[in-house]
């Protein structure tokens, strides 16, 4: 799942990520504009006209959606909250800001940045419609732009996790009610009714024969029900993990192993024999490296008995670690980030477990069954 995108460079600091299926709802939008929705309005236009503007009108359509999200963004650093990156996808753009915003009113104001610049947009290209009203092609281009702005300033207001509306929602019910977590319950929940909403606004259209228009809405729903069902399942992990340290949920149980020996002995030790999936590797009485299924799984079939573990290693200044006293949440958001499954765990620059998706699901059933 990792790097399925293609990196623009940096804006005000914030890396600028195109996600491939970008160039879908590209092609898609182009497509709608140049066959459908300009000569509906404009008849007598070449067939390049209709693809040239409406190719030109769709980039420009993009460009919205990236000043939408970079008025979050600024808005964002304005709070001190950092902004990890902006991707555009398939159903627009997001801008992944690191943490929960620290209080009711950052939330609110980070949240509306975004409807506000795109009312802000439809406005200008209201206004460069009325301007340009001597050539038709730009004219229709503005006027597209306008109504497609509004429209996503409306859409993404409407009051459901994670919709930037949601999050008015939520920072309203969180001022309100001084509980960050019932307002984040309600909030998702709202986004999940919404979610459904749309999946049979969907189906409905489909049964109309607006095919395309049907899957689309039933798509967008799709998306809408199951990113706000992830935000309670989120929330219910948070709830149940916080205030836990990483030495509760890590396991003892790690091969040490010997830079020297073969893949092969180590896939049969310890793999297929004892089932470990994190080995370190020790060498005169010191750890070396790391290795997991991951770099072993690396190497071809055929390769496996004279390549050595020295040779996969994650050697040790890169190796990724936790220490025994962090919290697990963050151990987690560590994991995320870095995409490993597995971390080694230190006390006092000792190796002393590894913390792994693993232990961690065991773990939480065991706090599960005891009822927390
Ligand atoms: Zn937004």
């Known amino acids: 799942m990792k ?7 940096k804006l005000l600091g914030i890396p600028i990520n195109l996600d491939y299926s970008w160039f879908l709802i590209l092609a898609l939008i182009t497509w709608i504009l140049a ?5 509906q309005e404009f008849k007598n236009w070449s ?8 190719l030109i009108t769709s980039f420009i359509f ?5 000043l939408h ?9 304005k709070y001190k909250i950092k902004v990890r990156r902006i991707t555009l996808f398939i159903f627009g753009g997001v801008a992944e800001i690191v943490k929960e915003p620290p209080k009711s009113s950052a939330e609110f104001w980070i949240a509306i940045a975004g409807p506000i610049t795109s009312f802000l947009l439809a406005g200008i290209f209201y206004l460069l419609q009325i301007a340009s009203s001597g050539n038709e092609y730009i004219t229709a281009a503005f006027q597209y732009l306008a109504y497609i702005n509004f429209i996503l300033a409306v859409f993404n207001l409407i009051p459901g996790f994670p919709l930037d509306g949601g999050r008015v929602f939520r920072a309203i019910v969180w001022a309100i009610t001084k509980n960050f977590k019932k307002a984040t319950n309600i909030a998702a929940n ?35 029900e199951s990113a706000a069902m992830s935000q309670i399942q989120r929330q219910a992990l948070n709830d149940l993990l916080a205030g836990h340290q990483v030495e509760e949920a890590m396991s003892q149980d790690y091969g040490i192993i010997y830079p020297d020996s073969t893949i092969d002995e180590i896939i049969d030790n310890h793999f297929i024999g004892a089932n470990r999936r994190c080995l370190l590797v020790k060498d005169d009485n010191a750890i070396v490296g790391f290795v997991t299924p991951h770099q072993l799984n690396s190497v071809s079939k055929d390769e496996r008995h004279f390549k050595t573990i020295k040779e996969v290693m994650i050697p ?29 765990v230190v006390e006092d620059d000792e190796y002393v477990g590894v913390l792994s998706r693993d232990s961690v699901i065991r773990y939480m059933l065991e706090l599960h069954r005891i009822g927390h």
């Open 62 to 66: 993009f460009l919205s959606i990236l």
């Open 316 to 344: 040790e200044q890169t190796i990724i670690k936790v220490t025994a006293k962090s919290q697990l949440l963050d151990a987690l958001k560590t994991m995320d980030e870095n995409g490993v499954a597995q971390l080694p």
């Open 3 to 9: 790097d399925k995108h293609i990196s623009l460079g």
């Open 47 to 54: 067939q390049f006209a209709y693809w040239f503007v409406g």
């Open 35 to 39: 066959q459908s929705y300009f000569p």
């Open 69 to 77: 999200e970079l008025g979050h963004s600024v808005i964002a650093k």
């Open 190 to 224: 709202t986004g999940r009714f919404f979610g459904f909403f749309f999946i049979m606004l969907g189906v409905f259209q489909i049964l109309q024969n607006n095919f395309v228009d049907g899957i689309w809405i039933a798509f967008i729903g799709w998306f809408l």
